[in-house]
């Protein structure tokens, strides 16, 4: 990803993108569980794909909170 935005969020906003995408992660990780017992690889990809870029982005937020 070459492209930034940068934007001002409060610590009480961050919070809530944060509690938003451990929601969302779990939804994924649920997901990609799901496509691996049906065998859907193409699925599984996606689902387990998203998961990782979600975690990676809320590590990012959560350093941001507890930092």
């Known amino acids: ?3 930034s935005i ?3 969020l409060s ?6 993108l944060v ?3 451990e ?3 779990e ?3 649920e997901a990609a569980k799901e496509a691996r017992e049906d065998g859907n690889k193409e699925d599984l ?4 794909e998203a998961a990782t870029r979600i975690q990676g982005l809320l590590t990012r ?3 941001l909170v507890e930092g």
């Not at 610590?11 to 809530?16: G, I, K, Q």
């Not at 990809?45 to 387990?48: L, Q, R």
């Open 1 to 3: 990803m070459t492209d």
């Open 61 to 63: 937020l959560q350093d």
């Open 45 to 48: 990809e996606t689902f387990a």
């Open 27 to 29: 939804g994924y990780v």
């Open 19 to 21: 509690d938003a995408l």
């Open 23 to 25: 929601a969302d992660l």
């Open 6 to 8: 940068s934007l001002t």
């Open 11 to 16: 610590p009480d906003e961050v919070e809530m």
